[in-house]
Nanobody, 124 residues
């Protein structure tokens, strides 16, 4: 049974930083495309960042380029999202996801497995 468990969300002031973690079980993050998505109230789900299978190529939404970084620790079977220079518009529930193709997952916002989400709130 696959489980993706996010943690690290919380309340932070604008300009601050948070690091989200996604601990995986039932799959190995090195064998899957991994991604982070977010959804704010009343808005559609948005792709934030993705990491390809078997490599280090990444994709980022224009709105987070230069501020967010996705990475993975194969030994810990965990994916991270480092978020710096946070803005109030980054406020959303952030979801971790796993799929077969990072480009398709990023473009379609569809994945094989999803976590339960973690709330990130950025105050102005």
């Amino acid at each position: 049974q696959v489980q993706l468990v996010e943690s690290g969300g919380g309340l932070v002031q604008a300009g601050g930083s948070l690091r989200l973690s996604c601990a995986a079980s039932g799959l190995t993050v090195s064998s899957y495309a991994m991604g982070w998505f977010r959804q704010a109230p009343g808005k559609e789900r948005e792709s934030v960042a993705a990491l390809i299978r078997y490599g280090d190529t990444t994709y980022y939404a224009d709105s987070v380029k230069g501020r967010f970084a996705i990475s993975k620790d194969n030994a810990e079977n965990t994916v991270y999202l480092q978020m710096n220079m946070l803005k109030p518009e980054d406020t959303a529930v952030y979801y971790c996801a796993a799929g077969r193709n990072s480009y398709n997952m990023f473009a379609t916002r569809k994945a094989d497995y999803w976590g339960q989400g973690t709330q990130v709130t950025v105050s102005s």
